[in-house]
């Protein structure tokens, strides 16, 4: 597997309405959103994918991602199941994650689980861009 | 000055919509919204402040928080002041900034920039919770 970094983020836009997780060691913030018109800088701090939307920008270094991970869990509110890709550091933490956003608890849009597996299936549970 | 981190958080209300930005070793999320209805709760990881919004969702580790820094500066694009609070860690690194959120370039609401100063006048550039 050949797959860059940049291909996978911009895959993710089949993924539809996502929510956004970036933790510091004293905050969280989590935003939803969808993925699209990312756009590419190369500065000091390593190579990075931006967005800006109205609601809300975004900003990933890329040189910073050692490997994604695709994982499901169980709500801590409501029975259901969650759809994750984790984007790991040298550490193996999370530095940013992306769930597949639900509407009431569990629902998600038609074609958005199976966008998930599809992604999944063709990268692997775990990969190293 | 025996202000709270929690008294501090309710008065920061006064500011209207801000621009939160919380920072992980490899990405940046920011969101535009208001603090309102703030609820806490103390978890194994320490006092968490928390807020739950239509758009996002946001939660301080209150414990982290060993500084606090009102600042002033220029923004990247556009010829405007920009004004901030910053959550330092014990490194005096900012886990959490929160800007007034501009409209057009430099364009505040009214009254904004008048209820940081007097934020910043009653608990001065720096203070330690």
Avoid at 1 to 12: R, V
Avoid at 19 to 34: C, K
Avoid at 72 to 80: H, L, M, Q, S
């Amino acid at each position: 597997m050949t797959a860059t970094l940049k291909e996978f983020l911009e895959a993710c836009e089949s993924l539809g309405i996502l929510r956004f997780i970036v933790t510091s060691d004293m905050a969280v913030l989590e935003t939803r959103g969808t993925i699209q018109k990312l756009f590419y800088a190369e500065l000091p701090k390593g190579q990075y994918a931006n967005m800006h939307q109205d609601a809300f920008e975004f900003h990933l270094n890329m040189d910073q991602v050692k490997q994604i991970k695709f994982e499901t869990g169980e709500a801590k509110r409501g029975n259901f199941t969650t759809y994750a890709i984790r984007f790991l550091n040298e550490k193996a933490e999370p530095g940013l994650s992306l769930f597949l956003q639900w509407g009431k608890p569990g629902e998600y849009e038609p074609g958005q689980v199976e966008a998930w597996q599809a992604l999944r299936d063709q990268y692997g549970e775990t990969w190293k861009p």
